[in-house]
Nanobody, 113 residues
Framework: QLQLVESGGDLVQPGESLRLSCVAS???????MGWYREAPGKRRELVAA???????DDGDAVKGRFTISKDNSKNTLYLHMNSLKPEDPAVYYC????????WGQGTQVTVPA
């Protein structure tokens, strides 16, 4: 069964940056992938998507600040997060762009107000 392992979350100050990683147990080369986040009391939301053709789609809340990318040779998806804000804290997950695979444990991002 395919597994996704997220890492890179941390406690950072507003304005700082983080890079999240998601290692998959299988190839991501032909898969449309996405990064999601779930904040306390809120629904899990898709924040950035990366098509197998390289096209990206970012949510309005992160547009211009977050960048999604991947390294097919490492089966790894990344989320480069810049200018972090106090409204960005959540557990961040990766999955297909439709959320079809088993969810990993996620990685916690904390940005104090």
């Amino acid at each position: 069964q395919l597994q996704l392992v997220e890492s890179g979350g941390d406690l950072v100050q507003p304005g700082e940056s983080l890079r999240l990683s998601c290692v998959a147990s299988g190839s991501l080369r032909w898969i449309n992938m996405g990064w999601y986040r779930e904040a306390p009391g809120k629904r899990r939301e898709l924040v950035a998507a990366l098509g197998a053709d390289g096209r990206t789609d970012d949510g309005d809340a992160v547009k211009g600040r977050f960048t999604i990318s991947k390294d097919n040779s490492k089966n790894t998806l990344y989320l480069h997060m810049n200018s972090l804000k106090p409204e960005d804290p959540a557990v961040y997950y990766c999955n297909t762009a439709l959320g079809l695979w088993p969810w990993g444990q996620g990685t916690q991002v904390t940005v104090p107000a």
